[in-house]
């Protein structure tokens, strides 16, 4: 079984000053990790991966997130946010042979100008 | 090359009626997921079809609840004689190969249901 805990239900935060955005997992295989980001009344967009090799992935728009196997941990990080990054951030982890996609319960990104 | 398409967008049913969502993957996508978010609650696992095949559906309530993915046309999620715990945000999603290589999902938009 899997699970996902995203530590911090809303994280407001300046314009222009680095975010972080917690998630730690659990699982008894081998994961894959994800963050989603879900603007409001819309569907879920990915962010980024991880599936193996480097535990740092990145995105196109400024996002990483490092894979730490020894902390169970995915966290979400951005140097200087911006006030379209205002949104609802998921973190989700599936195994290796799993259909299914484990969700956290979500952070709320407010960017305040 | 469109998303994930889903409709409606909102629907509203009075309690003990039938709900319909329809769910279109991305062209060249064969397998469907769909998932159920209930307010203040990351998205919840329902079921995973391929065409004309239910797959897993270990998340599907037992009752009230179906899904279908026929050869041709949408993915169709029914729910019978609804209730006020059914309202939520439904979303679909589709991928072209299966999930347990990592590929990951495209998420449809979703339908919010109401029921009143």
């Known amino acids: 079984a899997q699970s996902v805990t995203q530590l911090d239900s809303q994280v407001p935060v300046f314009e222009e000053a680095p975010v972080e955005l917690r998630c730690n997992y659990s699982s008894s295989v081998s994961v894959y990790l994800f963050w989603y980001v879900q603007y409001p009344n819309q569907g879920l967009q990915l962010l980024l991966k991880y599936l193996s090799g480097s535990t740092l992935v990145e995105s196109i728009n400024g996002f990483e997130a490092e894979f730490n196997k020894s902390q169970t941990s995915f966290h979400l990080r951005k140097p200087s946010v911006h006030i379209s990054d205002t949104a609802e951030y998921f973190c989700a982890v599936t195994g290796a042979g799993s259909y299914q996609l484990t969700f956290g319960k979500g952070t709320k990104l407010s960017v305040i100008p | 090359n469109a998303g994930v398409m889903q409709n409606p967008r909102h629907l509203v049913r009075r309690r003990g009626q039938e709900a319909r969502l329809r769910c279109s993957p991305m062209k060249g996508h064969s397998h469907v997921y769909w998932y159920r978010q209930l307010p203040e609650e990351g998205l919840k696992f329902m079921v995973y079809?391929?065409?004309?095949?239910?797959?897993?559906e270990s998340g599907m309530p037992k009752e009230r609840f179906s899904a279908e993915f026929p050869k041709e046309g949408p993915s169709i999620l029914r729910i019978q004689q609804v209730v006020r715990g059914d309202s939520a945000a439904y979303f679909c999603a589709s991928s072209p190969i299966s999930p347990d290589t990592g590929y990951g999902y495209t998420f449809g938009s979703g339908t919010r249901l109401t029921v009143v």
């Open positions: 079809l391929q065409k004309e095949n239910i797959i897993d």
